[in-house]
């Protein structure tokens, strides 16, 4: 099926902001996390930008592919947010395509391709050099629709406590993917 965009979706060209502080790919509250910033795109779509720091590294002055693949993994991530889905990745094929140095800035954009019943299609490029710039990365993912007890039931209690406890009414709605 087409992926719809869902009427409530943030317009394109808007910031998401963080889903959740001490996220990883996202998170202002993580010192080596990647501070990923994605926005809304047309249709199921999201722009991203993120720029590889010294703590990226795996090869001397190059970022390290795990790191490179969050981005892409988080940028996919995002687009649950345009379809109020809440999924997890099931699987996340990467081609590592040219290296990327440190200092240097990774433009993503992901769309969704389709999706059949919880089963969420998509894929994503990170260009480098600008957004019309050669190919680094690419991925295509699956990820799979679940019920916010995934997180409840399988996440620790106190980050769960914490995140429920949010005062921001977005971010607490976004880090379990739920309607707000
Ligand atoms: C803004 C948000 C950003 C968030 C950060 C980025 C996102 C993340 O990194 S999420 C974290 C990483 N992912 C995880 O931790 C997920 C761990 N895995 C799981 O919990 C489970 O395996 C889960 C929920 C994905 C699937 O389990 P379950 O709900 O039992 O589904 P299950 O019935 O096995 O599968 C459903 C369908 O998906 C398919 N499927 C599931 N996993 C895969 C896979 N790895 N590859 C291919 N197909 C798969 C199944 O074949 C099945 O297909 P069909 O309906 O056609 O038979």
Request: with cysteine; hydrophobic share 40%; aromatic share 6%.
């Amino acid at each position: 099926m087409t992926p719809v965009r869902h009427p409530d979706a943030p317009a394109p060209g808007e910031l998401l902001g963080a889903h959740y502080g001490e996220c990883f790919g996202c998170g202002g509250e993580q010192p080596h996390g990647l501070h990923l910033q994605a926005r809304a795109g047309e249709g199921v779509s999201i722009t991203a930008e993120f720029t590889v720091q010294p703590a990226h590294q795996g090869a001397p002055g190059l970022a390290h592919g795990g790191v490179l693949a969050t981005a892409l993994d988080e940028t996919l991530g995002s687009l649950n947010w345009l379809l109020r889905t809440i999924a997890v990745t099931g699987r996340l094929e990467t081609d590592f395509v040219r290296p990327v140095p440190v200092g240097t800035t990774l433009y993503l954009e992901a769309e969704v391709t389709a999706v059949a019943g919880r089963k969420i299609y998509s894929r994503a490029t990170g260009r480098v050099g600008g957004p019309e710039g050669p190919v680094a990365v690419r991925a295509e993912a699956l990820f799979i629709e679940v019920q916010v007890d995934h997180f409840v039931n399988h996440g620790r209690p106190e980050e769960i406590k914490a995140a429920m406890s949010d005062p921001d009414q977005i971010r607490r709605a976004r880090a379990f993917e739920v309607n707000p």
